[in-house]
């Protein structure tokens, strides 16, 4: 069991060493450029875009602002509603407020976590601009469902893919919908400190994006416009070193983390009283979450609770929803939205620990501990 000076977080950033970051600085300190589209944010848009086969990757220095830059851009002079879920992280829904646009919030499917295609096309109107879907955990959105909603009412899915890089459901699932937006940020499977991308094929929208996360300066050798307000969105040198070094560490990272999720999935996979999500969509997985859902919200305490007596640190990912928030709950629709499966899982999910550095002994010690608080011989508080 983990000591006072070992807590075992829900996640663990991947590190490379710190003299392989200041080799491949050395790129950028000679051209003497840290930041402004240098020699490796160029190498790292290059690599990605490949990596995710759809031609255009727009770098950001998180994916809140990338989020909220795609519907801004999207939206531009006619801002409306944006249909998306109330089971997320909270940059999601302010990202929809941030793009001067408001969020309009469905149900989702309990089985993948992520907003419900039936659910999220009961509430378009005319006012309505998009639809942002999460690939939650990095389980996929009904793909196909969000298509035919997307030509049938002429409305562009956004994918708050911020969960969701590496995964593959034959090709990249950064592939589908008009964009899929994913983060970096230090808690993430791939990070870049802070930092975020827009994955696009569509070459209009990746030159707006380009102009928007510079100011929203236009500029030529010959002249400089503005023609909207945009903001200060570049991802620094410092963060693409980091990328660049994460993408050479990205297939051994995730095989340790394929070990630990082979080891929880083991265990909770027939355990009664213990649901486990299975994408079985996916034809590469990145192990990013290994989230249990419980039978009810005591028991879910139980647990959480009984793992932090052990220094374990499990997370809610994510309670309360979005619609529980004072800012939400003040705005949202009305009458207000009925989210019965939300509610459900928030009540219930916890996510455990699972990074590239958890050792396998750790990972057996939580199964142990999970299954013992939730065995009826176990009676302790
Ligand atoms: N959309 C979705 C669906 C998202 O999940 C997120 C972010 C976004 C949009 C926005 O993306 P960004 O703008 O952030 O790029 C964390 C992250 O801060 C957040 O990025 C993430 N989702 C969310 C799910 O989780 P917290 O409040 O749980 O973070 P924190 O600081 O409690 O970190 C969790 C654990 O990770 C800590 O207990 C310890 C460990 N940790 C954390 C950091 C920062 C480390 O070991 N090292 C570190 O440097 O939100």
């Keep these: 069991m983990p000591n006072d000076n070992a807590?075992?977080?829900?996640?663990?950033?991947?590190?490379?060493?710190?003299?392989?970051?200041?080799?491949?600085?050395?790129?950028?300190?000679?051209?003497?450029?840290?930041?402004?589209?240098?020699?490796?944010?160029?190498?790292?848009?290059?690599?990605?875009?490949?990596?995710?086969?759809?031609?255009?990757?727009?770098?950001?220095?998180?994916?809140?602002?990338?989020?909220?830059?795609?519907?801004?851009?999207?939206?531009?002079?006619?801002?409306?509603?944006?249909?998306?879920?109330?089971?997320?992280?909270?940059?999601?829904?302010?990202?929809?407020?941030?793009?001067?646009?408001?969020?309009?919030?469905?149900?989702?499917?309990?089985?993948?976590?992520?907003?419900?295609?039936?659910?999220?096309?009961?509430?378009?109107?005319?006012?309505?601009?998009?639809?942002?879907?999460?690939?939650?955990?990095?389980?996929?959105?009904?793909?196909?469902?969000?298509?035919?909603?997307?030509?049938?009412?002429?409305?562009?899915?956004?994918?708050?893919?911020?969960?969701?890089?590496?995964?593959?459901?034959?090709?990249?699932?950064?592939?589908?919908?008009?964009?899929?937006?994913?983060?970096?940020?230090?808690?993430?499977v791939f990070n870049t400190f802070e930092g975020g991308a827009v994955f696009t094929k569509n070459k209009d929208l990746s030159k707006k994006l380009n102009r928007f996360l510079n100011f929203g300066i236009d500029a030529t050798e010959q002249s400089m416009n503005v023609i909207y307000p945009g903001i200060n969105g570049k991802m620094n040198e410092a963060s693409a070193a980091m990328g660049l070094l994460q993408l050479e560490d990205f297939a051994e990272s995730t095989q340790k983390r394929e070990s630990i999720d082979a080891i929880y999935r083991k265990e909770f996979g027939n355990h009664a009283g213990i649901k486990c999500f299975a994408d079985i969509t996916h034809t590469k997985n990145n192990y990013a979450y290994f989230p249990i859902v419980l039978e009810n919200s005591t028991e879910r305490e139980r647990v959480l609770k009984r793992l932090r007596q052990e220094n374990i640190f499990a997370r809610r990912y994510f309670y309360p929803l979005v619609t529980d928030l004072s800012f939400y709950r003040k705005r949202s629709q009305k009458p207000a939205p009925m989210l019965p499966n939300s509610e459900w899982l928030s009540d219930r999910v916890l996510c455990l620990p699972i990074f590239s550095d958890l050792s396998q002994e750790i990972a057996k010690e939580i199964v142990n501990i999970v299954a013992v608080t939730l065995s009826h011989g176990y009676k302790g508080n």
């Design 7 to 188: 807590k075992v977080f829900v996640t663990k950033p991947h590190l490379p060493s710190l003299e392989r970051l200041t080799k491949i600085l050395r790129t950028s300190w000679d051209a003497s450029q840290i930041t402004n589209f240098g020699p490796l944010h160029t190498l790292l848009v290059d690599r990605l875009s490949q990596l995710a086969g759809t031609e255009y990757c727009v770098l950001f220095n998180n994916a809140t602002t990338a989020l909220m830059a795609t519907l801004a851009t999207l939206t531009e002079g006619q801002t409306g509603e944006v249909i998306t879920t109330p089971f997320t992280f909270v940059a999601t829904a302010n990202s929809v407020v941030w793009s001067g646009n408001t969020p309009i919030f469905a149900d989702i499917d309990p089985a993948t976590g992520c907003l419900c295609p039936k659910s999220a096309e009961a509430l378009i109107t005319p006012a309505t601009r998009a639809v942002v879907p999460v690939n939650c955990y990095g389980n996929s959105p009904d793909f196909k469902a969000f298509e035919e909603i997307s030509a049938s009412h002429k409305i562009p899915i956004i994918y708050d893919a911020c969960h969701a890089f590496g995964i593959e459901d034959t090709v990249s699932v950064m592939q589908h919908g008009f964009a899929s937006v994913v983060s970096f940020h230090a808690t993430k």
